[in-house]
């Protein structure tokens, strides 16, 4: 299987051998059993490499979901006999210093039976990997609702346009800061034509870092930014709108009810 999707990404039987470690003709014996296993032909080949026929192209979403179950079964059969669960997780980049790492920090010591995977990702890439079956959690702000996924509001939050030179005109310092497409498009229409800015960035809890470092104004995460705002770091900008922008937990509905029970109160805990 990993063969077959090297060569379906690469265009190439040789550039897939390199890939997967094996010489040119071992690909090609592989990919020539493949087809007589299914009996249908995956590729057509000359000298510009390969490409998949319609039936290859069929087969293309079943082998990349064969080689993940492949390694969740793996990683599963592999586990230290002390733990009795395998937990993946994965979270928005912007959520993991304030909420998930001392979540997991706790999880950890409340429950050692349960072992864990987590990354960091953005919003697109893990409702992908949980529609996919890559995490059994997530927590995002921009969820996708989706067929045997359960979606949470975490806690209530909201967008606040935020200044470190209060004394400034925000429309002289402003920065866009990129929290997802809904998010931008909400604050569109509610501010209408934003000023124009040289600096667009895409940093999660950073931004409060970039503003307070570098200054300027920037609509941020109110809850991310309340110690910055109590030390006078930051100040809200009066008289603008807010834009509601919460945090959600979004977990596979077949995850073990205790399971995610125990995470999603600790989850809350920490995100109040």
């Known amino acids: 299987m990993r063969t077959f999707i090297a060569a379906a990404e690469t265009g190439s039987f040789i550039a897939a051998s390199t890939r997967v470690h094996a010489s040119a003709s071992a690909v090609t014996e592989r990919i020539k059993q493949l087809e007589l296993l299914l009996g249908a032909r995956l590729f057509e080949r000359d000298k510009r490499g390969c490409r998949l026929t319609q039936a290859g192209h069929r087969f293309m979403e079943p082998a990349q979901a064969m080689v993940r179950a492949w390694e969740i079964g793996h990683s599963r059969v592999n586990l230290p006999a002390r733990y009795h669960h395998s937990l993946r997780i994965g979270g928005q980049h912007a959520l993991w210093p304030t909420l998930l790492i001392p979540m997991l920090n706790e999880l950890t010591h409340a429950r050692p039976d349960i072992a864990v995977r987590a990354s960091a990702a953005a919003p697109a890439q ?7 079956g890559e995490l059994d959690m997530a927590f995002l702000y921009d969820p996708v609702l989706r067929n ?9 939050d909201r967008l606040v346009l935020v200044s470190s030179m209060p004394e400034r005109e925000w429309r002289d310092i402003f920065v866009h800061f990129d929290w997802g497409e809904s998010a931008n498009a909400e604050i569109r229409a509610r501010m209408g034509d934003l000023p124009p800015t040289g600096i667009e960035l895409e940093l999660g809890i950073l931004s409060l870092e970039w503003l307070t470092s570098a200054g300027g104004a920037g609509f941020v995460p109110e809850r991310m930014a309340t110690r910055h705002l109590h030390e006078g770091k930051l ?17 596979r509905a077949s995850l073990d ?16």
């Open 126 to 132: 893990i409702n992908r990997a949980l529609a996919d």
């Open 148 to 156: 045997g996924i359960r979606i949470e509001q975490l806690v209530a």
């Open 235 to 251: 100040a809200i900008v009066e008289g603008v709108p807010s834009v509601e922008f919460s945090p959600f937990i979004c977990w």
């Open 257 to 272: 009810a205790t399971i995610c029970e125990a995470l999603i109160a600790l989850a809350r805990r920490h995100g109040t």
